[in-house]
């Protein structure tokens, strides 16, 4: 299936970003309530992105979408999202 424009635009941003900038954009959408597809693409280009550099996200996601329930800080150690309560 061939990827949407606007999901490669953000894939390519966040493929040039430390962790810690993925981190601060994840925790930027904490309680943002707003929907639209702009917003689905830049979600699921950030969670493809923590996936392929193979951290995991299981405490703060599924196989396909992300919470923003709460931030998160990224553990090096266990190389993992770890949610802020």
């Known amino acids: 299936m061939q990827q949407h424009i606007y999901y490669i635009r953000y894939a390519l941003r966040f493929a040039d970003m430390q962790i810690s900038e ?7 959408q904490v309680q943002n309530r707003g929907w639209s597809s702009m917003r689905a693409y830049h979600d699921q280009a950030l969670l493809d ?3 392929r550099r193979g951290i995991d996200t299981a405490a ?3 196989r396909k979408t992300i919470s923003f329930a709460h ?3 990224y553990d090096q150690f266990t190389n993992r999202l770890v949610p802020i309560n």
């Open 49 to 51: 992105e923590f996936k």
């Open 71 to 73: 931030p998160v800080r």
């Open 60 to 62: 703060v996601a599924g």
């Open 22 to 28: 993925l981190v601060s954009v994840s925790n930027d």
